[in-house]
């Protein structure tokens, strides 16, 4: 869900005007080299904001520089557009990878210089993430994606196939021991990056990919005969068919149906881990499981990342901070223990999950997943393809359905 909404704000920040918000940004003059004096302001969501303030002061010392973390509560990514439009940004963002379209489309970030060691001590899909335009345009710190979380008590055995989930959770309906099959968000107006992975399994694709590995805006799959196929397979699914998905499950109560037992199944990612756990209930995480005969389920990959304000006043001392405290193990620790989004970088990882096998089966479960497309053009996606995912569901028919999401897509981004 957090990324899905990330998408739909970078679309917000593409018609943002120049009015000023947020807060005032250091007034002090950018410093050349660290230890110079000066001062960095880090815009962050509230979680991370309380996790960062006790251990930016000690980076701060070794610095020189004063470091202050404010909290944005809502909308950060649009408001630091703003605010970047004014001329008045901070000199550090933290956020989503899949917001680096939009952000470099308005010009309101530079680039990181990071050395090839430092890069190679990341994950390299983390890498690949913040990569745009050939270049490093953030420090990621966590990756993310979506599992199956499974009830080893109602469901001992992992299903091999969507179709044996399916088959499981029939049984365990009809024997009362549930009332849901799958506990996945469809919603009334669709989830586009929950369906993904059924969507990929069925033979869907949202873009092209061009020779460098990078997507095509120009070739959009949604309303073209893989698009379809894949609906079809998924409407099998809805309310018309066998009921696993349905539009009465969406964010407000996906997950109790889980924790509750009222669920076996439930697709959902590493942000769910602590209430699950919270629950009581034996747990496995797994790689979400494709149709029968389809391809592999993929799942999007995001990453969080730390970005450099191209019109921050201290650019040179926020550049030094991304790159040599942001690359240290230490601060990423402090951001896992405040939300266990497994880190980027491998080291952290390693530390991690030492102590918390979980944010290692979230990993695994990401493996060969779709890096979430960060191109601007995807945000004219989300609406689309959430609307027809849904209205599938209910059972409506595919193939007008997709062409007209398809069609929707693609004049949009024309």
């Known amino acids: 869900m957090r990324i899905r909404t990330a998408g739909v704000v970078a679309a917000m920040g593409l018609a943002l005007a120049g009015a000023g918000c947020g807060s005032d940004s250091p007034s002090a003059e950018p410093s050349a080299t ?6 960095l302001m ?15 002061a000690k980076f701060g010392q070794e ?17 630091f ?23 470099v489309q308005n010009g309101t970030i530079d680039p990181i210089q990071l050395t090839e060691a430092q890069r190679g001590a990341f994950a390299e899909i983390a890498i690949r993430g ?25 469901a001992p055995k992992t299903p091999a196939t969507l179709e044996e989930l399916v088959a499981t959770g029939k049984q365990l309906k009809q024997s009362g021991k549930a009332t849901e099959i799958l506990s996945m968000p469809v919603g009334q107006v669709g989830d586009a990056y929950h369906m993904y992975p059924l969507y990929t399994s069925g033979g869907g ?28 397979k998924i409407r099998k699914l809805g309310e018309k068919g066998d009921g696993a998905l349905k539009r009465s499950i969406g964010h407000e109560n996906a997950l109790s149906l889980f924790t ?12 769910s881990i602590g209430d699950v756990k919270k629950a009581g209930i034996s747990y496995e995480i797994e790689p979400i499981p494709g149709f029968a005969g389809g391809k592999p389920a993929q799942p999007f990959v995001g990453v969080q990342a730390f970005y450099v304000a191209s019109k921050g006043k201290n650019k040179a001392i926020a550049q030094e901070f991304v790159a040599n405290y942001v690359t240290k193990p230490e601060l990423a620790k402090v951001l896992y223990d405040a939300e266990p989004r497994p880190p980027a970088l491998t080291a952290a990882f390693d530390q991690v999950k030492a102590t918390d096998p979980d944010v290692a089966k979230i990993m695994d479960a990401g493996r060969g997943g779709a890096i979430m497309p960060a191109i601007p ?35 949009k981004i024309k």
């Open 205 to 232: 694709y949202l873009f092209g990919t061009k020779p460098d590995g990078g997507y095509d805006p120009k070739d959009v799959g949604v309303g073209n005969p893989a698009s379809i196929a894949a609906f079809e």
């Open 260 to 271: 509750g037992k009222k669920a076996p199944f439930m697709i959902s990612g590493p942000w």
């Open 42 to 56: 880090i815009w962050a969501d509230d979680k991370r904001t309380a996790a960062l303030k006790p251990l930016v």
């Open 130 to 154: 913040v990569t745009f335009n050939g270049q490093i345009q953030g420090v990621p710190y966590a990756v993310e994606n979506l599992a199956l979380f499974r009830n080893t008590e109602l």
């Open 377 to 411: 053009e995807m945000a004219n996606v989300w609406d689309p393809f959430g609307k027809a995912s849904a209205a599938i569901v209910g059972g409506a028919a595919v193939p007008s359905t997709v062409t007209a999401a398809g069609k929707s897509i693609k004049d």
């Open 34 to 39: 660290a230890g110079a004096g000066g001062s």
């Open 81 to 103: 557009v703003t605010a970047s439009q004014a001329g008045n940004p901070p000199d550090i963002m933290i956020g989503a990878h899949d917001w680096i379209g939009n952000l």
């Open 63 to 79: 610095l020189g520089v004063t470091i202050e973390v404010q909290a944005v509560s809502e909308d950060l990514m649009p408001k």
